[in-house]
């Protein structure tokens, strides 16, 4: 009786089989989405803290804030400039529609609440967007084990039935059905495997995505707290200092 891998598989029915396939593809999906996401996660991180650094300075400075528009391109795979760069757009949009009521209080208190709210919804998309693919990681985790056991089960009654058919050497006793309870055994062991790199790579980027939006969110509030700063502490005489200097093409 050959217990290597290569001897089950050999010895293995055609149920236990197509078990075993149907782990090894779920596996290697997984892994495809585990790369995927780490290489995101990855540069995405990485892109928003180059952006949230070039852009610091820009929106603390007076009379700066219209050069941020540009830096959206740079980094386009920067989930916080996807986020923050169309919030300052419409923020400079709003403030040159008011006109002469750009120092209103009232006006202003306004417009930063509808840059906040249209923040918040493309927020919203781009945490689904970073939420790609982890369903499928999850469904792999709670599922895999039970795609074993569905093996298992076929595994045990091929044993049981050598065992009841003198013909097939049932009178050997255990002997002779050790291949059906490994085989049983064996597709039990790859499910668990499976759900068990599943549901760690699923809790870990559960834990990235988090990250992403708490680093999302927090720079959202500071960027509508420091507009409302630079335009109260603009004299009613002057213009919005947002408004002194264009975008760069």
Known sequence: ?????????????????????????????????????????????????????????????????GEALALERSFKDAPAARVIGPAIADFLTGVEGL?????????????????????????KREVAGLQRGLPVLATIASSAPFVGLFGTVFGIITAFQQMADPSKGGGGGLATVSAGIAEALLTTAVGLAVAIAAVWFYNYFIVKMAHFSAMIEDSAGELADQLLRNLRGTPASTPPPVLSAKPKA
């Open 1 to 65: 009786m050959d217990f290597t891998l290569v001897g089950l598989w050999n010895q293995m029915g055609a149920v236990a089989k197509i078990v075993v396939i149907l782990l090894l593809a779920m596996s290697m999906y997984g892994i495809g989405i585990v790369l995927e996401r780490f290489l995101t996660y990855r540069k995405g991180r990485r892109q928003s803290l180059g952006y949230l650094s070039a852009l610091q300075p820009l929106v603390t400075g007076r009379g700066r804030l």
């Open 99 to 123: 006109g002469a009521e750009a120092t209103d209080p009232i006006e202003l208190e306004l417009l930063i609440h509808g840059v906040n709210r249209g923040m918040e919804r493309t927020k």
